[in-house]
């Protein structure tokens, strides 16, 4: 078994190689983050151990960069530092480590932290076998591209969902917040047509958001009552759904029936309790339309959006 470990300090590095040493485990020790990661994606180990106060890349950013990869993301990683306070156990969590040690640890600790976490990562594994990627080397620009890529994006969803989560603190109508709410999807999703359905009410307030057919508006209506109906597990046909359009530029054709919806999109929208309140659909005449990182911002946005919706019914 093999582990990589990360620390500034010789001594640390030290007695973290000499304590998994004696256990039978091959120790790859390096001294920074950027290091760490290369060695990783070099090695393919079968569990990492990183300081969080290193040179370069910090052990929480390290960390983050290794679960955002589907080559390492399933290594699990022990965060071993001095910082010891709620909020950096809080920190080491969110940046993916499956463990935490202070650096006043006994030799037992480290050890049984490494067994939990390779026990736990074989348990998770499909039939309890760990497949490994192959080895991938790694310049230190590669590194901090990686890098700043996760901090771009952290941005970005971290900036829609305040957006999202701001509406609710307004006070303002239910049709307002809900234009306020494809306003904002808008601007990050390339859509057609975007509709909030209400489940009790049976009203779907539908936003326009580029030249489309009155054959896509049908088609687009009639999958959001379908969805509506496997959402809730209750009859829902389009006939049943007021649809009320906010088409300000006119770009809805319902004489023209000669674009097809191509991609389509919904998700839930659940308020208090988990009751689902309705439902968020997408579509477009371009295949797939809406790629990875749509829908992982549409995901993240998906409690946000329920928040508001929820408030505004309120």
């Not at 569990?47 to 399933?74: E, F, N």
């Not at 809080?90 to 940046?95: F, N, R």
């Not at 935490?100 to 499909?126: G, I, R």
């Not at 039939?127 to 890098?147: N, Y």
Request: aromatic letters at 6%.
């Amino acid at each position: 078994m093999k582990v990589v470990s990360a620390d500034d300090s010789p001594t640390l590095r030290k007695i973290v190689s000499t304590v998994l040493s004696k256990e039978g485990y091959e120790v790859i020790a390096v001294e920074d983050g950027l290091q760490a990661v290369q060695a990783v994606f070099r090695e393919m180990p079968d569990a990492i151990v990183l300081d969080v106060q290193m040179p370069r890349v910090s052990g929480y950013v390290a960390a983050r960069v290794l679960k955002d990869d589907w080559q390492t993301k399933d290594i699990p990683i022990i965060l071993l530092t001095s910082l010891d306070a709620a909020s950096d156990r809080y920190w080491g969590k969110q940046a993916g480590a499956d463990q935490y040690l202070s650096k006043d640890f006994e030799a037992p600790d480290l050890v049984a932290a490494v067994t939990e976490v390779l026990a736990a990562a074989k348990a998770k594994a499909p039939g309890g076998r760990i497949l490994k990627a192959d080895p991938v080397d790694l310049s230190d620009d590669d590194v901090l591209q990686r890098v700043c890529e996760i901090l771009d994006r952290k941005l970005f969803e971290a900036s829609v969902q305040g957006e999202i989560i701001s509406l609710a603190a307004e006070s303002a109508s239910l049709e307002d917040s809900i234009a306020k709410l494809l306003e904002v999807l808008g601007r990050f999703l390339d859509y057609d047509l975007a509709m909030v359905l209400l489940h009790e009410a049976k009203v779907g307030y539908v936003g326009v958001g580029k030249e489309c057919s009155g054959l896509e508006y049908d088609q687009f209506l009639d999958s959001a009552a379908d969805s509506m109906s496997q959402l809730t597990g209750m009859p829902f046909p389009s006939d049943m759904l007021d649809a009320r359009v906010a088409d300000p530029e006119e770009l809805l054709d319902d004489e023209d029936d000669t674009t097809e919806m191509a991609t389509y999109l919904s998700m839930p929208l659940r308020g208090r309790g988990g009751k689902v309140v309705g439902l968020l659909g997408l579509c477009s005449s371009v295949k797939n339309a809406f790629g990875e990182t749509q829908l992982a911002t549409l995901k993240l946005i998906e409690g946000p959006a329920a928040v508001v919706l929820d408030n505004a019914l309120l």
